[in-house]
């Protein structure tokens, strides 16, 4: 993996969020980014997943 592979955009199908992807040395950060809504919200979901073993 080179430097630019770190946040690396995933298609996912709802509204308009964007989900990204950061390989960790121990662990996979999934970031979630939801924008468009009414008003200007803008929410943003982080779920850390630990590699096994």
């Known amino acids: 993996d080179g430097a630019g592979s770190w946040l690396r ?3 996912i199908p709802f509204g308009c969020c964007r989900l990204y992807s ?3 040395d121990a662990a996979v950060l999934y970031t979630v980014t939801c924008s468009g809504f009414s008003g200007g919200l ?3 979901f982080v779920v850390v997943v630990l590699a096994g073993g």
Do not use: A, G, V
Request: no cysteine.
């Open 42 to 44: 803008r929410l943003e």
């Open 9 to 11: 955009p995933r298609s």
């Open 22 to 24: 950061s390989d960790l």
